[in-house]
Nanobody, 120 residues
Framework: QVQLVESGGGLVQPGESLRLSCAASGSIFSIYAMGWYRQAPGKQRELVATITSGGSTNYADSVKGRFTISRDNAKNTVYLQMNSLKSEDTAVYYC??????????????WGQGTQVTVSS
């Protein structure tokens, strides 16, 4: 069994920063890509940023230059540093991992989500 546990969400004012963390644990053989997605009320879930095991990154246009994704492969952890936050960044943020379990099955796994609210 695999678990993804997110932390770091909260309420901040516009222009402030937050750092999200997501740790994967359990029956993991290898993790390929990890990423962050978000879902605002009444909207579909959207990609925020992804990072491969080799460190290649991809960002949504709306967060380029403000958000930075990184990962610690030794800790099976992915981070999202969010700077210059805007009200439109308000959403539930979900961690995702594309991984191979120790049973050699490959699947996508999701965290439970963490709320980020940007408001004055």
């Amino acid at each position: 069994q695999v678990q993804l546990v997110e932390s770091g969400g909260g309420l901040v004012q516009p222009g402030e920063s937050l750092r999200l963390s997501c740790a994967a644990s359990g029956s993991i053989f290898s993790i390929y890509a990890m990423g962050w997605y978000r879902q605002a009320p009444g909207k579909q879930r959207e990609l925020v940023a992804t990072i491969t095991s080799g460190g290649s990154t991809n960002y949504a246009d709306s967060v380029k230059g403000r958000f930075t994704i990184s990962r610690d492969n030794a800790k099976n952890t992915v981070y999202l540093q969010m700077n210059s936050l805007k009200s439109e960044d308000t959403a539930v943020y979900y961690c995702n991992a594309d991984l191979m379990s120790r049973r050699f099955t490959r699947n996508d796994y999701w965290g439970q989500g963490t709320q980020v609210t940007v408001s004055s």
